[in-house]
């Protein structure tokens, strides 16, 4: 059978997904192939990229820009609302779709994946931003104007979502288009505030702000996520669980309230930074990690993987009482992991913590094939840990992936090596899909070991010094 007659006999949703991944991965590319293209001109030329180190760059430029209090606070509501929404979504879209719509386990994998697309394709918008800088109040500006930009956004989502009958609401034609508006909103919300975060944060804050106050933050979001629907299903069903996630975007009105630095010449887009940027090694390195870092033991583990909801149905039945439990006790685990792991890696270096919480991680993802069924307090224990060391792990990853963001395309890029990771979430939400249904311990495993792919991208990244931010 030909790839094309195998691809012609997939259902729609799932032509669907496979286009979106080949169009969003040979967009990344044909990004690549002009920056190589373009970068043997320019050396020909004698002509290079900028090479101030950024740790200078950014302490003279952010001098009257770094508000540490306010920066902190907005990054952490932008988490906030990133964490509770994704983990309502994640969580409460699956079994809304299994126990009412009735579909299968493939096709609410599917349908979870997919409604992420948008992820995909922040680092265009990211693009548009560096780009395409706004005029507000006399001034050019990167980041606010999509602040508004995202507020309209959750808007009409909230709409929908408050104006519609969940029970006559087609799956593909009805939910997944309100679903997706509000997930784009929060796509949109995210790239904005790391953008900012990474345009106004010192270097030596790396990791405690970029890495600890988002994911811990995130994961306070994620924690209420887990309660609050479950009295709201008694109240206002599905309905009012979704209608509140969809409000709670509206925090990112308060971003305009910061102060953003001006389009200096190092936040310019020239060929320059375009060629010297995308061929570089480390950026390369940085997106692969980020791709492969959706095949790991992260998706079924943490209630923000997508797919904890389905683990917790693979060991338990999945009663919406235990999904609700067990999510909260396995978020509130991984708040301090955050915190401990911003701190320690500032102090230890970024790299180095990173090394460590991968393999830690790793060890924690092969207790769940211990896991029988129905072992709740061993389950338990299992999810609270991995939870704890996937926070920690994560703020490791954020903290390498901003010292590899140069100032010029601060945007373009950090969003580049978070798209990486949703284009990745397509084909693993599948895989996993698959992994499933021959039991918890062959996925368990089978994504434990997957976690070496990421670990030895990142020890080889090696930041090139227009983009480095600390020694790592």
């Known amino acids: 059978m030909s790839i094309l007659t195998w691809f012609q006999g997939l259902g729609l949703s799932y032509k669907m997904g496979a286009a979106v991944f080949a169009f969003t991965a040979a967009s990344y590319s044909t990004l690549f192939y002009l920056g190589r293209k373009w970068r043997r001109r320019l050396e020909e030329e004698g002509r290079g990229y900028w090479q101030a180190p950024k740790e200078e760059r950014i302490n003279e430029l952010m001098a009257d820009y770094w508000q540490p209090r306010l920066t902190s606070l907005l990054y952490g509501l932008a988490y906030f609302s990133n964490g509770f929404v994704r983990t309502t979504f994640s969580l409460w879209v699956p079994i809304y779709l299994l126990d009412e719509a009735g579909v299968s386990v493939s096709e609410a994998s599917l349908f979870v994946g997919l409604m992420y697309v948008s992820w995909s394709w922040k680092t265009f918008v ?5 780009l395409f800088p706004l005029k507000w109040r006399g001034r050019l500006y990167k980041r606010k104007p999509w602040f508004l930009v995202t507020g309209l956004l ?14 006559n609401l087609p799956v593909w034609s009805g939910l997944f288009p309100a679903v997706t508006s509000v997930i784009s909103a929060g796509a949109f919300y995210d790239m904005a505030a790391d953008s900012f975060a990474i345009d106004v944060t010192p270097p030596e804050y790396h990791a405690r702000v970029i890495g600890a106050v988002s994911t811990s933050s995130q994961s306070l979001g994620s ?4 309660i609050i629907p479950l009295w709201l299903l008694e109240v206002g069903g599905y309905k009012a669980v979704f209608t509140l996630a969809s409000a709670t975007g509206l925090t990112c009105f308060l971003y305009l309230l910061a102060k953003e630095p001006p389009v200096a010449g190092e936040r310019r887009i020239s060929r320059e930074a375009v060629a010297f940027t995308f061929t570089e090694p480390a950026v390369v390195l940085a997106s692969l990690l980020m791709f492969f870092r959706a095949f790991t033991v992260n998706k079924i583990t943490a209630p923000l993987g997508g797919m904890f909801s389905f683990t917790i149905r693979e060991v338990l039945g999945g009663e919406v009482s235990q999904v609700s439990t067990l999510g909260l006790v396995a978020t509130l685990a991984g708040i301090p992991g955050s915190w401990l792991g911003g701190k320690l890696s500032d102090q230890m270096g970024h790299k180095r913590a990173f090394l460590v919480s991968s393999l830690a ?12 069924p129905g072992a709740v307090v061993w389950f338990t224990l299992v999810a609270m840990l991995s939870a704890f060391l996937e926070r920690f792990w994560t703020s490791t990853v954020f903290a390498i992936m901003a010292d590899s963001t140069p100032l010029a395309m601060s945007s373009t890029v ?7 990771s949703w284009i990745g979430n397509i084909p693993s939400s599948v895989m996993i899909g698959w992994l499933l249904g021959r039991g918890l311990g062959t996925t368990a495993l089978v994504t434990s070991l997957l976690m070496a792919l990421p670990l030895a991208l990142g020890l080889l990244i090696k930041p ?3 983009g480095k931010a600390s020694k790592i």
């Open 361 to 372: 991680f790793a060890g924690a993802g092969l207790l769940w094939t211990t896991i029988a």
């Open 126 to 130: 990211g693009l548009i931003a560096d």
């Open 223 to 226: 924690a209420l996520a887990t």
């Open 154 to 167: 959750y808007l009409a989502g909230l709409t929908v979502m408050a104006t519609r009958d969940m029970g």
């Open 414 to 420: 950090y969003q580049m090596y978070m798209s990486w």
């Open 464 to 466: 090139f010094e227009a």
